[in-house]
Nanobody
C-alpha cells in the first residue's frame, strides 16, 4: 500500500514563494505519474501539475505556468512543487497524488497541506 504525505504549506505574503514536498512510502513505489491538486474554499478540487515518474515529463494548468515547477527525486521517493509569485488565488489545500504502476488514474492521495497567501 502506498502512503503519501505532504509538507511545506503555510502562510506567505503575495509575491512570495513556498516549496511543497510529497513523500511516498510503501513496499514498492513506481507510479506511472504523480501530481499536485488543490482545493480552494467553496470550490472543487482542481488539477495543478503532474510529472511522469520515470521520464520526468511535466504538465501544468495554465494558471500556474511560469510560476510553479514540479519535480521529483526518485531516490527519495519524493515529489516537489516550487511555487513562486504566489497570489491570493493560490490559497487552497494542496494534495499530492500518485497513479499505479500502469495507467493514468490517480489512486493514491495525501491528506493535504494548507497554503494561504495574504494580499
Amino acid at each position: 500500500q502506498v502512503q503519501l504525505a505532504e509538507s511545506g504549506g503555510g502562510l506567505v505574503q503575495a509575491g512570495g514563494s513556498l516549496r511543497l514536498s510529497c513523500a511516498a512510502s510503501g513496499r514498492t513505489f513506481s507510479p506511472y505519474r504523480m501530481g499536485w491538486f488543490r482545493q480552494a474554499p467553496g470550490k472543487e478540487r482542481e488539477f495543478v501539475a503532474r510529472i511522469s515518474w520515470s521520464a520526468g515529463f511535466t504538465y501544468y494548468t495554465d494558471s500556474v505556468k511560469g510560476r510553479f515547477t514540479i519535480s521529483r527525486d526518485r531516490a527519495k521517493n519524493t515529489m516537489y512543487l516550487q511555487m513562486n509569485g504566489l497570489n491570493a488565488e493560490d490559497t487552497a489545500v494542496y494534495y499530492c497524488a500518485a497513479t499505479g504502476e500502469f495507467g493514468s488514474d490517480f489512486r493514491y492521495w495525501g491528506q493535504g497541506t494548507q497554503v494561504t497567501v495574504s494580499s
